[in-house]
């Protein structure tokens, strides 16, 4: 681990100005549960470390009447157990339960848990990849069981974050602070692919971090559902995840957001399996065309071909416990 | 003096004949009905507290003055020809206080032909220099200073296309271990083929498997002089001791390595290694002491393994279902240096059949090398064979369990002239695992998933082992002027139960309680020597030893206790803290007293372990029963119960014996479902040398284990009448997993790990997944 400088600003603009002047040679600490694997491992090397801990703001779950706002710095196993998540949020608490383990979701946040890098062990590893600024991806002939069957593009990574793709699900936006100010963009939107940027994985700039979450208000008659695959029982990054959000009325899916997680590089909105659900009754038909419209487009590569059947099971599974 | 002969002894499956003496202290069988106080009782662990409050000191936690912290630099290159070690920037980084490579120390010969940092490479991870600095963070800095010119050689990391003639060699004779392969039969399989009703061929593979022990590997050096004391996490003091003096060229006396509390070896710590040699090397080159514990990437990518294997198994059956013969011809991984691999013990022991070949390779590849590992060669092979024995047997439609008792083995046939087993309860084990699970009404269980695309289903595989034990092994018992009394041995606690059974037997044997028994370990300086602890042998060889000891420190004791109550020695016995007449009990001496009345008059009783019994073979047997749950949508494998019935004679603490099951249970799940090293195909470097990505299973992971205990005495085994239980329970568990998802699925998968991936593919296609 390469030494490093170490800030633990009391606040929100000491950390844009240390991040705005260190001309992207820093990093932020939230929890630490993966910036620490990332320094020791190698994988990051910056010359500052800008530690959140110490704000003051950023730890709550604040309710309104649009919706519900979470601090970045809120601890997962927080918002799994508070109240109002609990009543209004199944989905997100679902996918919560199912992220690494309990001492895990002591330590790691909400902000942290969306921006965490992916688990790549070619990223990880001594490989001069794509996403380090390399010449190729090597997961394509090399060892790519985890790897992603949608949405890679040269580089084939998958988005490691089970909260996020919850929350894409929900429609939830992300709160962004930086030296030019604050701006609030869609979750959805905060993701990008490797066809916009091969280096990371959202639209954070150097200076900026995110700071807020705004899940708004679900309409009458929503229901959501989370269902993940890992090879590990206990903890484990998922194999593929599928988080589900409909709005039903009179057994008639009005509207339907579906995220998949574990098998793109981003949380893979999937508009062909919620084309298939809109308008349309739920029932078994509906849910295997939806599941079915998920996986499509997918394009496994050698090792990695079994994640198109699991991702069409796992949708039909969330899709049948709404349809429940 | 006493008496010289030849006997016989097994480690990990190794037998050879040595000389030993014959104990002149007689100690008898601790039959079935000997009345025992502590021994066989379920005794926690002496050291429990030590180790759950962290008072115990493990190697890790050796601090001395001035104490210097060292790291190894490893080959980037899985084959390739180190031409030069540039430290000049390292040694000018601040804090570092030496640097050495083969480009300045003298050369120290390992793995026969290679050296302790050998010029040529042969895997990734291979030592080429080590830093010795004043922090651990200063060292890794100063590993990324040195400089190293390497000519990369072509390489292999698979065993198949290891044996290809147009593969790169490793080594001149080719990678072929011994050129040729290992070849064993008794009978004539082309005759067994001819007499069978039905000939059945089937492919297996299993994974690496890395013993991922939760204390790395590492050492602390420290000279005084020309004296060197090393801590080391290891399960051989003494091999440690001996070849680390032979590697330095210095006397075996001034070399002490001490071991007291370690955190899992599993047949990874049997010998010296090279990071202890550096570590003295470090130690004496900047004359303060140098502490080398292995990061967990290095522990998992250079420490040892168990080995994969290609096992391509044909076995002829008559349709009464006795078997007629088995073949095995088998590929092992042996890694880059000679390991030890192979897989054939369970197919040449495990059933009767007359008619038996197993021709074995081992493949050099440049990959880590192969390692003893809880059983080795045993665990792989009882995946395949005893997957196999469910074909066969669903082939000719006969009942698993009964196929098996059909061809039940009384005497060791891969014996040259075949003993009976000293005691062999497999079938009693048979039962009663039958009935916990459920054997005969598992079809209820089959159809009782919770929901349709949830399959349940039960299977069972047997297992066979040493286990036995033997000589050479010493321990001394000292009873102080209090009456307390100290045990020593050179022997180890990997964290087994082994101090606590020590205690037990030296407590019983004296007549006192538990608590007055201090027993220490591990120390070449203090302790006579015991061998290394592996092949389950390290309660069934230092055991007796220490009984003995225990007996002899005893009756120089009733010495003076006999002047007290004025009778003859001979006619005084000992029990729960007095000693008394044995024809008049009433007529007594607290035990403490005598010591009293023997003051500073040294009590020093000798014991050592005995010959083994002619005639027999000295085996541990063992079943397991595995209920799972399959989810034929998300292809999740869930072990529901597993039952495991064990029998090494007499179960010195059922507490630890237990323990040892449920441990095994635990890493063999792993085994079955999860766990498996994976090397990048294009440059040979490993990609999951972390518990992240490489899947030991947690204690969330795992159902309730239900360990099944027979507790009778193997009254020819040894004066204690029990063998070890280490090992047995690992056999069994994957292959009766393995087959409960056959039985589940109706789809054999033929291939360790049972990961979901697989499983989809076999419900997908029915075609068996061939990919290692």
């Known amino acids: 681990m390469r ?144 790897h992603a069957i949608l949405g890679g593009h040269l580089c084939y990574i998958v988005h490691p974050s089970d909260s996020a793709t919850a929350l894409v699900a929900l429609n939830a936006s992300a709160k962004i602070q930086g030296s030019k100010g604050e701006k609030t963009v869609p979750l959805e939107k905060f993701f990008v692919g490797p066809e916009v940027n091969i280096l990371k994985e959202n639209i954070l700039e150097d200076d900026e971090i995110l700071t807020e979450i705004f899940i708004p208000t679900p309409s009458a008659g929503a229901r959501g559902a989370f269902s993940k695959s890992r090879e590990r029982q206990s903890y484990d990054f998922a194999l593929a995840s599928a988080a589900v959000q409909c709005t039903m009325k009179n057994g008639v899916c009005a509207e339907a957001r579906v995220v998949l997680g574990g098998v793109a590089p981003i949380p893979w909105r999937s508009i062909e399996a919620e084309e298939e659900l809109k308008g349309k009754k739920l029932d078994p038909k509906t849910i295997e065309r939806a599941a079915a419209a998920a996986v499509r487009k997918a394009k496994p590569m050698t090792q990695n071909i079994y994640k198109v059947d699991l991702t069409r099971q796992l949708l039909s599974k969330s899709l049948s416990q709404i349809m429940v | ?191 067994g083929f001819a007499e069978a009703d039905l000939v059945i061929e089937e492919t297996f593979r299993t994974q690496t498997e890395l013993h991922t022990c939760l204390e790395t590997h590492g050492s602390v050096a420290f000279w005084e002089g020309d004296k060197l004391t090393v801590w080391d996490s290891t399960q051989a003091v003494f091999n440690v001791r001996d070849a680390l003096a032979a590697a330095l060229n210095i006397p075996s006396n001034h070399v002490r390595v001490i071991k007291q509390y370690m955190g899992g070896g599993f047949g990874s710590k049997l010998e010296l290694g090279k990071y202890t040699v550096i570590a003295a090397l470090l130690a004496r080159r900047t004359n303060r002491p140098v502490r080398l514990m292995l990061t967990r990437e290095e522990d998992q990518m250079n420490t040892g393994n168990r080995p994969a294997t290609l096992q391509h198994v044909k076995v002829g059956v008559k349709k009464d279902g006795t078997l007629t013969a088995i073949e095995l011809k088998s590929v092992n991984a042996n890694g880059a240096y000679l390991g030890g691999a192979g897989c054939g013990a369970p197919y040449r022991e495990m059933y009767l059949c007359a ?315 792993g085994y079955a479902l999860s766990e498996q090293r994976v090397i990048d195909p294009a440059s040979g470097i490993p990609l999951n040398m972390n518990m992240e990505n490489y899947k030991p299973m947690t204690a969330l992971d795992v159902p309730t284990i239900e360990p099944i205990l027979l507790t009778q005495v193997d009254e020819h085994c040894n004066t204690l009448g029990g063998k070890g239980i280490g090992e047995p329970p690992r056999i069994p568990a994957a292959a009766a997993i393995a087959n409960a998802v056959a039985d589940a699925i109706g789809i054999r998968i033929r291939e360790l790990p049972i990961t979901p991936d697989k499983v989809l593919a076999a419900l997908k296609s029915s075609v068996p997944s061939h990919k290692v």
């Not at chain 2, 995946?383 to 082939?395: A, N, P, Q, T, W």
């Not at chain 2, 220490?546 to 109550?565: H, P, S």
Request: glycine share 10%; aromatic share 6%.
């Open chain 1, 3 to 146: 030494a490093f400088e170490y800030f633990a600003p009391q606040q929100l603009a000491d950390v844009i100005h240390t991040l705005s002047t260190a001309g992207g040679n820093a990093r932020v600490c939230a929890g630490g549960t993966d910036i620490l694997g990332r320094l020791k491992d190698g994988v990051d090397t910056p010359d500052k470390l800008v530690c959140l801990k110490t704000l003051p703001e950023m730890r709550y779950v604040r309710e309104s009447n649009d919706g519900v706002r979470i601090g970045a710095l809120t601890t997962l196993s927080t918002i799994e157990e508070d109240p109002i998540i609990r009543k209004s949020f199944p989905l997100l608490v679902e996918a919560l339960y199912v992220t690494a383990a309990p001492q895990i979701r002591n330590q790691a946040t909400m902000g942290g848990s969306i921006c965490q890098r992916p688990r790549c062990w070619y990223l990880r590893g001594p490989f001069d990849c794509l996403r380090k600024g390399g010449a190729k991806c090597f997961a394509v002939d090399g060892e790519n069981k985890y």
């Open chain 2, 1 to 191: 003096m006493p008496k010289k002969v030849k006997t016989t002894v097994e480690f990990e499956g190794r037998v050879s004949e040595i000389l030993v003496d014959i104990p002149d202290i007689e100690t008898p069988l601790w039959g079935n009905d000997a009345e025992l106080d502590i021994v066989g009782h379920p005794i926690p662990r002496v050291d429990g507290d030590k180790r759950v409050t962290g008072a115990a000191k493990y190697t890790s936690d050796i601090l001395l003055p001035h104490m210097l912290y060292g790291r190894i630099l490893r080959s980037a290159h899985p084959h390739a020809v180190v031409k030069s070690v540039n430290s000049s920037e390292a040694e000018k980084l601040p804090g570092v206080k030496a640097v050495i490579s083969a480009f300045n120390t003298d050369p120290i010969r390992w793995h026969g032909s290679s050296s302790l940092f050998d010029k040529t490479a042969r895997l990734v991870g291979d030592e080429v220099a080590a830093v010795a600095a004043v922090d651990e963070e200063t060292a890794a800095d100063a590993l990324e200073l040195i400089k190293v010119d390497y000519e990369t050689l072509p390489f292999v990391t698979d065993m198949e296309e290891a044996m290809k003639d147009t593969a790169p060699k490793l080594w001149p004779n080719g990678n072929v271990v011994g050129g040729k392969p290992s070849i064993y039969e008794r009978g004539s399989v082309s005759k």
């Open chain 2, 355 to 669: 008619n038996v070949r197993t021709e074995e390779y081992a493949v050099y590849v440049n990959t880590g090398r192969s390692r003893p590992a809880r059983a080795p060669g045993h665990v792989q092979g009882t995946f395949g064979l005893e997957s196999m024995m469910d074909v066969v047997s669903r082939k000719i439609g006969m009942d698993p369990l009964e196929f098996r008792k059909k061809n039940y083995a009384t005497v060791n046939q891969a014996q040259t002239n075949p003993k009976p087993y000293s005691a062999k309860l497999l079938d009693q084990l048979y039962e009663a695992g039958a009935k916990k699970i459920d054997w005969w009404n598992r079809d209820k269980s089959r159809n009782s998933g919770d929901f349709h695309s949830r399959k349940r289903g039960v299977g069972m595989a047997s297992q066979i082992w040493g286990g036995g034990g033997g000589p050479p092994a010493y321990a001394l018992v000292k009873i102080n002027r209090d009456g307390s009394v100290n045990v020593l041995s050179g022997t180890q606690d990997l964290g087994t139960g082994t101090k606590t059974i020590i205690s037990q037997i030296a407590a019983e044997e004296l007549g006192i309680a538990l608590a007055d028994v201090a027993v220490d370990l591990g120390d070449t300086e203090t302790c006579p020597f015991s061998g290394s602890s592996g092949g389950s042998t390290t309660a069934a060889s230092v055991g007796p030893a220490v009984r003995t000891a225990a007996a002899d420190a005893r009756l120089q004791l009733f010495e003076y206790a006999a002047l007290e109550l004025k009778v003859k020695p001979e006619e005084l016995s000992s029990r729960r803290g007095k000693i008394f007449v044995k024809s008049d009990p009433q007529k007594s001496l607290p035990f403490k007293e005598a010591a009293r009345k023997a003051g500073n008059n040294m009590i020093i009783g000798k014991g050592f372990r005995g010959p083994n019994p002619d005639g027999y073979s000295l085996n541990t047997f063992g079943a397991h029963f595995a209920e799972v749950e399959v989810d034929m949508e998300t292809g999740r494998v869930t072990v529901l119960r597993h039952v495991a019935a064990h029998h090494s004679g007499r179960p010195f603490n059922p507490l630890t014996m237990t323990s040892q099951i449920e441990g095994g249970v635990i890493q063999s799940m």
